[in-house]
C-alpha cells in the first residue's frame, strides 16, 4: 500500500481559545496514484455527438455527453440555473385523513419538486417561516463537489436557519438521476420537511413517460420531535401509525390512495424513493415487472424484478411497461416487518392505485401477485454499475457501532460509534472551527480525518454484537458515493480482504448495515470538505449514529468559497438559542 490512511478520533484535547493560524497538520503531497475506471462498459457508448435523448435514445444526452459518462469525472458545463424559493412553515395537513400539525415546504406535502438538467447550478432560497424552530436543507446524494457549504448540515456544515431568516444555497448537479431534500435539524423532516429532486440526464433503458417522483414514508401522527424526546429513553422502536405514498394513504379517519395514471402501451419512469423514518418498504405492481435502471444517483445494468426492497435514503428508478389489460391494479407495500426495522400499525393495508387511461374508475381487482412481497431489511444484490470501476483491494479501518442505555441516565439511548455518541455543536459547526483555527475535535463530535488527496479510504462499520441489538441501519455518506465491498448480517469482519468485491462492485450513496454484522465501503478522497456518514434513521441519528470525515481539510477553504455568510448565520441562531432555548434543544439530542 502506498499510502495509510490517517485517523484521529477520541481526542482530548479541549478547545483552544487562545488564536491559530495553523491548519490541521495532515497535509500530504501525496501524489495522484492512478486508479482509473476499467471502462468496462464504454464499447456500448454510442456515438454521442448528433445523437439526441429521446424515447428511443435514451442512452445519450447531449454534447458528447452519455450514459457512459463518468459522472464522478465529467459532467456537462452548466447551461442554466433554476432557481426555487422555499418558505418553510407549519400548517395542518391531513396526509391520510387524520389532522397533523406539519413542517412543510411552501404549504405543500411532499414539497414541490427540484427539476433540474444534469449540469445544471440550482439555487435555492430558504426562508425560516417557523417560530421555534432551526431550520435547513440537504440534498441528499448531491455530491457538492467544492460546495461543501451548501450541504445543509446543522452544527457540521453550517448553523441552523434562526426563525425568520433566510439562506441561499448554490450547487451544481453533476450527477443525474433520482432523489430528494430533507431537513438535517433533527428529526425535522419526519414531519413532512421534505420533496423530490428530479435531475434529467441519459438511462440505461429506454422509456416514454417520465412519471416524476414516488416517495415513501412511515408516518407518525404525532408531532416527531415530541416522538424523538420519548423514543431518546425508550427499550424498542415507536409504532408507526400509518404509511405514506406519493403523499397520502387511507386510514380509520378516511384519506385516499394515491392514483397514477399510465397510458396504455407506452413505457412509463417511475423514480421510487424511500423519504421514511423507521420502515424499509417493499414494493410491487400488480400485473407489472420493475426494470431497474438506476440506483441512488448510479445507473445500472438494467434487470427486471417482480419487487424492490427500498432503505430509507434509497432511490430506485424503475420503468414499467403498460401493456397489460386495460384495467387498475394495486401497487403493494410492505414494511420490513417489525422486527428488524419497527411496527407500522397500518402494514397491512397499504397500496397505491395504478390506474390506465381508458379504463373505468373502480377499485382494483387484480390480485395475481397479491401474496408475493418479501419481508426484512436488507438491500438488493442485483445492481452492477453501469460504468465500471475497479476498487484496488485493501485493508479497511474498523469502526465499531455500539449501544448504551442505562438506568443511571434515565434510560438514555446512545448509539455510539468507537465508544461515543455524535452531538454536534449547532451554534459552532464544524467548518467553522477549522475555519478559525481549531485542530483537536471533542471525543462526541466523531471527527475522522482524511488527510490524502485523490486516494481510496476503506471503512468498516462493525456491529458490536455485546451491546448493539442486532437490527440493519441504513448508512449514508454525504459529499460522495461509496462502493460496497462487503455486507454480511450476524458476522465478525475477520482482516480477509480476498473477500472484498473489489470488480465493479455496487456504488451508491446508502447502503444498509446488516443486523449484528459489518459492512464494508470505500471512496476516493476527491472532495475536499467537512461530509457525514450516518444512519438514516432519525430517532438513531439523533441518538448519535453518526460520524463526520474532515477530509483535506487544509483545502476546505481554498477550493470552497460557500462558507460566505456562515459567520451572520451563526451569530442570528445564537441570538435565537439564547431566548427561547437557553438550557439547548432536547437534552441527549445529537442536533442531527
Ligand atoms: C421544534 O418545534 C416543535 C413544534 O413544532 C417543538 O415541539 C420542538 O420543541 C422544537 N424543537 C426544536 C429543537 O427547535
Ligand atoms: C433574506 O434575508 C436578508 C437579510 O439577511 C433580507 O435582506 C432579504 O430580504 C431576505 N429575503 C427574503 C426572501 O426574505
Ligand atoms: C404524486 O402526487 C403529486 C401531487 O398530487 C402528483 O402531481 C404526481 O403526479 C404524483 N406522482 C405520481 C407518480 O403519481
Ligand atoms: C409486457 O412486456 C414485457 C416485456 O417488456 C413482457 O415480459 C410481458 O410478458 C408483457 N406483458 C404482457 C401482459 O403482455
Ligand atoms: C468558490 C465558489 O463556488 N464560490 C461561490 C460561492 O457562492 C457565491 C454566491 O453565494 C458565489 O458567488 C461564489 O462564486
Ligand atoms: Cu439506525
Known sequence: MLYTVVKTVGVTALLCTSVHSAVLPFSHATPEVPWKRNGLFSGQEKRTDSCVNGPHTRNCWKNGFSVATDMDEKWPSALKTVKYDFDITTMTLSPDGVAKEMIVVNGQYPGPTIVADWGD???????????????????????????????????????????????????????????????????????GMSGGIIINGPATANYDIDLGIYPFTDWFHGPVFTLNAAVLHAKGPPTADNLLVNGSMTSLSGGTYATTTLTPGKRHLLRLVNTGINNWVHVSLDGHPFKVIAADFIPIVPFTTNSLAIAVGQRYDVIIDANNTIENYWLRVGTGGGKCDGPNANAENIRAVFHYDSAPPTTPTYTASAATLPTG????????????????????????????????????????????????????????????????????????????????????????????????????????????????????????????????????????????????????????????????????????????????????????????????????????????????????????
Request: proline share 6%.
Open 121 to 191: 447550478i440550482i439555487e435555492v432560497n430558504v426562508k425560516n417561516g417557523l417560530a421555534l424552530n432551526g431550520t435547513g436543507v440537504h440534498w441528499h446524494g448531491l455530491r457538492q463537489l467544492g460546495t461543501n457549504g451548501m450541504d445543509g448540515v446543522d452544527g457540521v456544515t453550517e448553523c441552523p436557519i434562526a426563525p425568520g431568516e433566510n439562506r441561499t444555497y448554490i450547487f451544481q448537479a453533476t450527477q443525474y438521476g433520482s432523489s430528494w431534500y430533507h431537513s438535517h435539524y433533527s428529526v425535522q423532516y419526519g414531519d
Open 377 to 592: 431489511c436488507y438491500d438488493e444484490t442485483k445492481i452492477v454499475p453501469f460504468v465500471g470501476t475497479q476498487v484496488p483491494q485493501e485493508l479497511p479501518e474498523e469502526m465499531t457501532l455500539s449501544f448504551f442505555q442505562s438506568e443511571a441516565t434515565g434510560n438514555l439511548v446512545r448509539w455510539q460509534v468507537d465508544g461515543h455518541a455524535m452531538m454536534v455543536d449547532l451554534e459552532n459547526p464544524t467548518v467553522q472551527q477549522i475555519q478559525r483555527g481549531v485542530t483537536t475535535f471533542k471525543e462526541e463530535e466523531n471527527v475522522f480525518v482524511v488527510g490524502e488527496k485523490h486516494q481510496w479510504q476503506y471503512w468498516v462499520i462493525q456491529q458490536d454484537s455485546l451491546t448493539a441489538p442486532p437490527i440493519p441501519h441504513p448508512i449514508h455518506l454525504h459529499g460522495h458515493d461509496f462502493y460496497v465491498l462487503d455486507q454480511v448480517a450476524n458476522a465478525k469482519w475477520a482482516g480477509d480482504i480476498s473477500r472484498l468485491s473489489t470488480n465493479n462492485p455496487i456504488r451508491r450513496d446508502t447502503a444498509t448495515l446488516p443486523g449484528g454484522g459489518y459492512l464494508v465501503l470505500a471512496f476516493e478522497s476527491d472532495n475536499p470538505g467537512v461530509w457525514v456518514m450516518h444512519c438514516h434513521i432519525p430517532f438513531h441519528l439523533s441518538a448519535g449514529l453518526s460520524v463526520q470525515f474532515i477530509e483535506r481539510a487544509d483545502e476546505i477553504f481554498e477550493h470552497n468559497g460557500n462558507f460566505t455568510g456562515i459567520g451572520d448565520t451563526c451569530h442570528s441562531w445564537g441570538s435565537f438559542m439564547r431566548q427561547y432555548y437557553p438550557n439547548g434543544i432536547t437534552p441527549g439530542d445529537s442536533g442531527l
